[in-house]
Structure formats: C-alpha cells, structure tokens
C-alpha cells in the first residue's frame, strides 16, 4: 500500500493533491492511504474512501476532516511521529506539500512549517508540490531541494482563512486572568490554540519579559508582541499559521524562528529551558487531573498534537509550569470536570496547575483526594 502524507501549513494542498492522484490513482492492486495533519479547510478527495483501494487517515482530526468517513485516527504526539520516521515504522511513499516560488538557488521552502515534516523531506522518496506565489520564507522553514512535480496553486493573498477559534468574551477572559497570575517572571511561553489563549495575549500585555517557545504561532503571539509583552525576544515555533498579513509579519521579524519537531516537541529539550510554561486547552478532565482533549462525546475533534510534550517539558523545567485553562462548564452548563478521562490525552502526573474563570488549583505533590478536593473548588 502507498503511503501519501498531506502536509499541514498556513496553506493547505489541494491543486497538487488532484494533481497526484490524477497521475497516479488509487486502485486495488495499488492502494493508497491519505495521511493529513491538522486540516483547516475540507479537502476534495479524488477518490470515494473504501477499504478495497483508498483509505485516509489523520493525525490531528478536526474541523477540515469532519465529514470524511471513514477516518483512521492515528493517536500520535508530534514527538511520537519523528521517533516512528526515525525508526521507519511510518515511511511516507509520497509527501503532498505548498511551497514558496524557487530562490536563487533553485530551493524551494515550505514557508510557514518546518516540525515532524522536517524529516519527511528528507525521507519521502517523492514529493509533489503545489508553488504558492505569494507564500513568504520565514526564517528555519523547511528548505525543499528536489521535487516531482510541480503545480500552481489556485490561492491568492486575499483568501479568506479559517480562524482556529471564535472571539473570546468575558468568561474566557476571566480564565486568562488567573492564568497570567501564574506566570512567572521572564517565562519561556507556549500558547496552545483557542480563546482563552487569545485572551491571554492581551493579559500579558506590556510585560517586557516573555520569550515565546510554542507549536503554533498564530495571530495572539504578533498581538503580544507589538503589545510589548515580548519586548524583542525569540519567537520559536514548528509553525506560523493564519492570514497572509501574519505570515508577511513573521517572514519580516528578525525574532521570529522555526524549529523542527525534534527540538520544538522533545520534552527533554523543552525542560532544559528554565521558567518553561505551557499553556494548554482542554474539553474535560477528571477528579485526578487526568485531561482530554481529543474527545468530544463519541467523536474524535482533535489529536494530541504537541500538547503532551509541551506539557512534559513545562513540568520538568526549573521554574516552569504546565497550566491547564478551561471555562468550568460547557456551553449547556455542564461541569467540564468529570468522574474518571479513560486513556487520557494527557497524564496528571505532568500538569501542575488547573485553572478556571473561578479560580486556579496547584496539584503537584498532592495525592488523590487532595487533587479532588482543590479542583472542586474551582468548577
């Protein structure tokens, strides 16, 4: 069976997935399995998913794959998919990726990415690129020296992208309000993706002494850094993903710097870092402090992504912190914290702290019943 890998990015493949698989379809003596990461936008699939010649599967299920049936979850973090390349328990026949006009040289660059699909360019025996005119070099994105196949994407500088999340209001920002009481002082930051975090960038606001070292950088982080709440530091992420306006940014920031999953999602380089904090989302989590956040129900909305590495290299640096944000309830008025998380996203024994728009609980060091108890008092 080939194994084709849809890269994720601030653009996302779509004129070379048709172009690939117009060349070379699926059929049952040569079957194929789609791989995508994190999907924004719903692909045009070439082919009726079946399990007699063509399969897909994802990383990061969401929001761009909810209509795609049936889709095999592979429940891998970002550290956990560089150690299978490196082992080549998962080798990609074919990477499917954007790319920016050649340089010079002749070198292409992912733009935007560089993370677990730092290896994959090197490893996949063929790669076929969909050129990106308007997609700006950002400093440490992937370079990509030899491709298949070339084709020009249909997207311009003035489409519309999906934003991660809707605006935040004023539970989200009560949330971020306990959170940046936790912040330390000079932290080496990691703001996952949603609203609390969103209001977190205005909380931090004018601070001067926050170095960003997360996943994703996305439109809070640009906020908080003409808000002076960097004041000139390093920016490092796998990824800067959101409008034209943000990529132009970070391609013309000297501070900004991609990094490729090896580093970026490896808590032991992570944990090296003093004063490493972590700022993560959750859609429950237990009485112990065990946390989802992948399953809503019975569907499968998210993949564990960098959440978990950036949570254990919070919990092992000096002075940092793994924080969990949530609102306390649901949009039904539920309570988002629950009995028992089976087979949890994240483990308690690496978050140190759960906060709430009520309040924050510091649970390292505390036994089970003590962990009860201080969480109960903020839901």
């Known amino acids: 069976m080939r194994t084709v890998l849809c890269a994720e990015g601030p653009v996302e ?22 791989v995508f990461g994190m999907r924004r936008s719903a692909p045009s699939l070439p082919h009726p998913v079946g399990p007699e010649c063509f399969t897909v599967g994802s990383y990061m299920p969401g929001r761009g794959l909810k209509h795609v049936q049936p889709l095999t979850y592979h429940r891998q973090s970002y550290s956990e998919i560089c150690r299978s390349l490196a082992d080549r328990s998962f080798q990609p026949d074919v990477l499917i990726t954007c790319v920016t006009p050649p340089d010079d040289d002749g070198q292409r660059s992912l733009g935007g990415v560089n993370g677990y699909l730092d290896p ?9 690129a969909e050129e990106v005119s308007w997609l700006p070099r950002i400093r440490g994105a992937t370079v990509v020296t030899d491709v298949d196949d070339v084709v020009t994407s249909r997207t311009s500088d003035s489409d519309e992208q999906p934003p991660f999340s809707a605006a935040f209001d004023a539970v989200d920002e009560a949330v971020a309000r306990q959170v940046a009481r936790l912040i330390p002082t000079a932290p080496r930051l990691a703001l996952g993706i949603g609203r609390v975090n969103d209001a ?13 070292l997360t996943g994703v950088l996305t439109e809070a982080v640009r906020k908080m850094y003409e808000s002076g709440a960097i004041g000139g530091a ?22 900004v710097r991609l990094l490729p999953s090896t580093k970026i999602h490896n808590p032991a380089w992570l944990s090296q870092h003093d004063r490493f904090v972590a700022v993560l989302g959750a859609i429950d989590l237990d009485c112990a402090g065990n946390i989802n956040s992948e399953r809503a129900g019975d569907s499968t909305i998210s993949g564990r992504g ?43 024994d690496v978050i140190d702290a759960v906060v709430t728009e009520k309040g924050s609980a510091i649970i390292t060091h505390l036994d089970t019943d003590e962990r009860r108890r201080a969480l109960s008092t903020i839901f």
């Open 13 to 34: 493949p779509q004129a070379a997935l048709e172009r690939y698989f117009e060349l070379h379809p699926p059929t049952t003596l040569d079957p194929v399995h789609l």
């Open 120 to 128: 994959v360019v090197a490893l996949a025996p063929r790669i076929f």
């Open 200 to 212: 977190l960038a205005l909380q931090l606001a004018g601070r001067g002494d926050v170095e960003i």
């Open 234 to 255: 390093t920016m490092r992420a796998m990824s800067v993903i959101g409008s034209p306006s943000l990529l132009r940014w970070a391609a013309s920031c000297d501070d």
């Open 306 to 348: 960098g959440a978990v590495d950036f949570a254990r290299g919070a919990h092992g640096s000096p002075g940092g912190l793994s924080i969990v944000a949530l609102r306390s309830s649901d949009r039904n008025g539920v309570s988002r914290l629950v009995q028992h998380v089976s087979d949890p996203s994240i483990n308690s």
